[in-house]
Nanobody
Framework: QVQLVESGGDSVQAGGSLRLSCVASGYTSGLYGMAWFRQRPGKEREAVAGIGMNSGGSGASYVDSVKGRFTVSRDNAENTVFLDMNSLKPEDTGMYYC??????????????????WGQGTQVTVSS
């Protein structure tokens, strides 16, 4: 079992920045990748970015809409994954969830490859 706890969500103005954090605990050595998903108002949960863990490598993957604005990184010693979000737009508003995968296919950022989920942290971007 793996437990995930997100933090860092806040209300900011367009153009601002936020850093989200996700602390993983439990059987983290069995993870291949971790990722950030978001659920915007009235929309389905969607992937944002992911990063390899342990045998999953060290690469990162991003969806097109956040490339160049968001950066995913990790602190192995602290079992923490970060999402640095810059140039935020109102359409980035939503609940952001951390997810962890025990599947080598985590790079696809498809929800079905992620087993563990956090409770989410709210990001609100005003114009």
């Amino acid at each position: 079992q793996v437990q995930l706890v997100e933090s860092g969500g806040d209300s900011v103005q367009a153009g601002g920045s936020l850093r989200l954090s996700c602390v993983a605990s439990g059987y983290t050595s069995g993870l291949y990748g971790m990722a950030w998903f978001r659920q915007r108002p009235g929309k389905e949960r969607e992937a944002v970015a992911g990063i390899g863990m342990n045998s999953g490598g060290s690469g990162a993957s991003y969806v097109d809409s956040v490339k160049g604005r968001f950066t995913v990184s990790r602190d192995n010693a602290e079992n923490t994954v970060f999402l640095d979000m810059n140039s935020l737009k109102p359409e980035d508003t939503g609940m952001y969830y951390c997810a962890a995968s025990q599947d080598g296919r985590w790079l696809t950022l498809q929800r079905r490859h992620f087993t563990y989920w956090g409770q989410g942290t709210q990001v609100t971007v005003s114009s």
